[in-house]
């Protein structure tokens, strides 16, 4: 939930890693895009408002009809 807003995408991941403000501005520029849970934003009282540019609110509905039915891969954690 916190990758969804500005200057949370930030440091080294590990030794010889590339950045991950780089890592996270080549995923916006490649088209990517963050599904951000609505609950989990809710139970925080965030403000979806202040998302990064590719950042938006969706559950598992979209988030399944984004992928489907073919096999595919999600990073979620």
Excluded at 26 to 32: N, S
Aim: hydrophobic share 45%; with cysteine.
């Amino acid at each position: 939930v916190h990758l969804a807003f500005p200057g949370n995408a930030e440091g080294v991941a590990c030794d010889g890693c590339p950045p991950l403000e780089r890592l996270f501005e080549q995923f916006a520029q490649g088209g990517g895009e963050l599904l951000v849970c609505p609950i989990c934003v809710s139970s925080r009282k965030l403000d979806a408002d202040a998302f990064v540019a590719n950042a938006r609110l969706a559950g598992a509905t979209p988030m399944l009809d984004w992928l489907g039915d073919e096999a595919a891969t999600v990073f979620s954690y």
